[in-house]
């Protein structure tokens, strides 16, 4: 079984996915007043295929709602993480949703 961990590499902008300790996928994103803009996702060709993507999105919007931050999703991926999850769709404001077809 692999070992999965999920951490904010805060020096680095993004959260982390590493499978057996290696980095298998990121989200990027920049703190604004309030927010979290995140503007990448990818994950390695390699580990494509595995769920890993919206395992890191959830997280990483867990963490957006921890911390009591807006989540902005400029990168494709999250936005289609959330249309595809409601659940998360209260950390948009009505402008994001907006812009980010959400």
């Known amino acids: 079984m692999d070992e999965l961990s999920l951490a904010d590499n805060a020096a680095a902008h993004r959260f982390e996915l590493r499978l057996d300790g290696v980095a298998a996928a990121h989200a990027e994103y920049n703190l604004v007043e309030g927010a979290m803009l995140f503007t990448h996702t990818e994950v390695k060709p390699e580990y494509e295929g595995r769920g890993l993507g919206s395992r890191l999105a959830a997280y990483a919007l867990d963490e957006v709602r921890k911390r009591g931050l807006r989540a902005i999703p400029a990168c494709s991926f999250i936005a289609g ?3 595809r999850h409601p659940e998360h769709l209260d950390l948009v404001s009505e402008d994001s ?3 980010y077809r959400i």
């Open 81 to 83: 993480y959330i249309r």
């Open 97 to 99: 949703r907006r812009a």
